[in-house]
């Protein structure tokens, strides 16, 4: 896909045009609490480095990064939805991944300077679309993706956003297919930044602290909540690989 030529909001339209594509509206609590890290073109200039994001998520962006990248084996044809875009080079590598297997990247943010911010680092060539949707509201039908990934997006939500946005990342998802969220977990009792973080993230990251409280089954739609669950921690636990399948 050349992607000088199409950027897809809920329809193709020229890619220059991206930021004046019937916008969807942006979320009151994204507004409030992370227009400094995320909305304003600065931030996005600021905070979009490796080095950067690695040192924010205590030197484990790496693993994390390669920890998702495992769950999506090469297969032919893989259609594979991204919810969120997300700083680093987690979406190129997986873009690289999927055209590998002659599949397709679908990739889906609320925020046009996000998708503006991601479509420059993947190659023009990569079989990648890119939309301008609410997590909370995928204009895609049931059961159109392989597999959907949540790289770091629950922790920054509230709780209704959250559930909600796991629902519908469960509806998009074939049966058989699944769900691959990377995010923040509750830390072990001897973990340090058990205590040193809870006070960080009560500042900065106000629904990341949801994320230690609730066990992960408890956000999934009853429907897949016993399901089998592959779980991997990561850093004493601060932080988790989950795999579901639909």
């Known amino acids: 896909m050349d992607r000088n030529a199409e950027v897809y909001g809920f329809a193709p339209v020229p ?13 009151k609590y994204l507004r409030r609490v992370y227009w400094w890290t995320y909305i304003h073109p600065f931030a996005v200039w600021f905070f979009d480095r490796l080095w950067l994001i690695n040192l924010i998520v205590l030197t484990n962006y ?27 080079d987690i979406t190129p590598k997986l873009a690289a991944k999927v055209a590998a297997g002659g599949g397709r990247l679908d990739v889906i943010d609320v925020l046009p300077i996000q998708l503006q911010n991601v479509r420059r680092k993947v190659p023009a060539a990569s079989p990648v679309r890119y939309f301008n949707m609410d997590a909370c509201n995928l204009k895609f039908p049931s059961g159109q993706y392989d597999s959907a990934l949540l790289f770091l997006l629950l922790h920054e939500t509230p709780m209704d956003v959250r559930l909600k946005a796991l629902e519908e990342a469960f509806r998009v998802v074939k049966p058989g297919g699944k769900v691959v969220i990377v995010d923040f977990s509750k830390p072990q009792w001897w973990n340090p930044f058990r205590y040193l973080w809870a006070i960080f993230l009560s500042i900065f990251e106000p629904f990341a602290l949801d994320m230690w409280w ?33």
């Open 15 to 27: 890619a220059m045009t991206i930021s004046r594509i019937n916008p969807v509206a942006v979320p």
């Open 62 to 88: 790496h693993r994390l990064r390669d920890a998702a990248l495992a769950a999506f084996p090469i297969r032919p044809g893989e259609q594979v939805l991204q919810i969120s875009c997300a700083y680093g």
């Open 214 to 246: 609730n066990d992960i089954r408890t956000l999934l739609p009853a429907a897949v909540r016993n399901r089998r669950i592959d779980r991997e921690s990561f850093f004493g636990g601060l932080f988790q690989k989950v795999t579901i399948l639909r």
